[in-house]
């Protein structure tokens, strides 16, 4: 009996922690007037997370974290470049409008389908090419979603817990030059 209940415990404890990742897709990485610069497609499956936990009053960051390291043999990798882009959104439930900042710029939408365009494709500069010499290097891309209105004294309890909607998730491409 205490078998059946731990086992049903753990079932249910990891199908209430499955979450969603955030697609990468069309992944480059060029150099333009001297500049690193990386552009992808940022794709949200799942939208409808999303959407009820807008609905439910919750506000949300897409946290996204794209490095440029140089890949080393012998000891750790070091960072040439490192970005971090911060997504809020959130909604206004007296207009029943969903909001996406992304930087200075602010976008409304009535449709979460529509507003998420906005940040379908992601393009960062990391810096000048003349810092890259040949060598073996990774472009690596972090990924999470996160809530924002949870207690700091919840997360202090349950340590244990992620209270994220995604992540945090790693894409990473390798290159030589």
């Known amino acids: 009996m205490i078998k059946k209940l731990l086992v049903l415990f753990l079932v249910v404890f ?3 922690k499955v979450g969603f990742a ?6 480059t990485l060029d150099n333009l007037h001297g500049q690193i ?6 794709d949200v499956p799942e939208i409808y997370l999303i959407r009820s936990a807008l609905d439910d009053g919750k506000k ?14 012998i000891f750790w990798d070091s960072i040439l470049a490192s970005k971090l882009i911060k ?6 439930m007296v207009q029943n409008t969903y909001i996406l900042t992304m930087g200075k710029k602010k ?3 009535k449709k979460i389908e529509k507003l998420l365009l906005n940040m379908k494709w992601i393009k960062v500069n990391l810096g000048p090419w003349k810092n890259i010499d040949s060598g073996k290097y ?3 891309i972090e990924t999470q979603v996160v809530t924002q209105d949870v207690p700091a004294w919840v997360k202090t309890i349950l340590f244990f817990w992620n209270f994220n909607l995604s992540g945090p998730d790693t ?7």
Do not use: G, P
Request: aromatic residues 10%; glycine residues 0%.
């Open 14 to 16: 990891v199908w209430a």
């Open 22 to 27: 955030l697609d990468i897709n069309n992944l």
């Open 37 to 42: 610069n990386v552009e992808f497609e940022l």
């Open 60 to 73: 949300i960051n897409v946290e996204l974290r794209i490095s440029l390291l140089q890949t080393k043999s």
């Open 87 to 92: 997504i809020h959104l959130s909604k206004d």
């Open 107 to 109: 976008y409304l939408s």
């Open 138 to 140: 990774k472009l690596k």
């Open 171 to 177: 894409f990473t491409m390798e290159f030589n030059l």
